[in-house]
Nanobody
Framework: QVQLVESGGGLVQAGGSLRLSCAAS????????MGWFRQAPGKERELAAA????????YYADSVQDRFTISSDNAKNMVYLQMNSLKPEDTGVYYC??????????????????WGQGTQVTVSS
């Protein structure tokens, strides 16, 4: 049974940092794309960042470029999202997703096969 378990969310002041972790288990994720999506209240889920399981290629939403860094540790079956210079608009539930996805489709949440339960990130102004 595939499981994605997020952790690391919390409350932080604007300008602060958080590091989210996603523990993946239940299958081999070789060839998969791992994504961090976020959903703010009243808004649709959107991609923040994604990475190929090998770590060879990363993708970022324009809104987080140069502030967020996604990484993977294959040996530990972990994916991370380092978030710096956080803004109130970064507030939302952050979800880890996994799927076999063509590169031009990584922003489409419906293409991901597996999801975690989410972790709340709140950035105060």
């Amino acid at each position: 049974q595939v499981q994605l378990v997020e952790s690391g969310g919390g409350l932080v002041q604007a300008g602060g940092s958080l590091r989210l972790s996603c523990a993946a288990s239940g299958r081999t994720f070789s060839g998969y794309t791992m994504g961090w999506f976020r959903q703010a209240p009243g808004k649709e889920r959107e991609l923040a960042a994604a990475i190929t399981w090998s770590g060879g290629r990363a993708y970022y939403a324009d809104s987080v470029q140069d502030r967020f860094t996604i990484s993977s540790d294959n040996a530990k079956n972990m994916v991370y999202l380092q978030m710096n210079s956080l803004k109130p608009e970064d507030t939302g539930v952050y979800y880890c997703g996994a799927g076999l996805i063509l590169s031009h489709l990584v922003a489409y949440g419906e293409k991901y096969n597996y999801w975690g339960q989410g972790t709340q990130v709140t950035v105060s102004s």
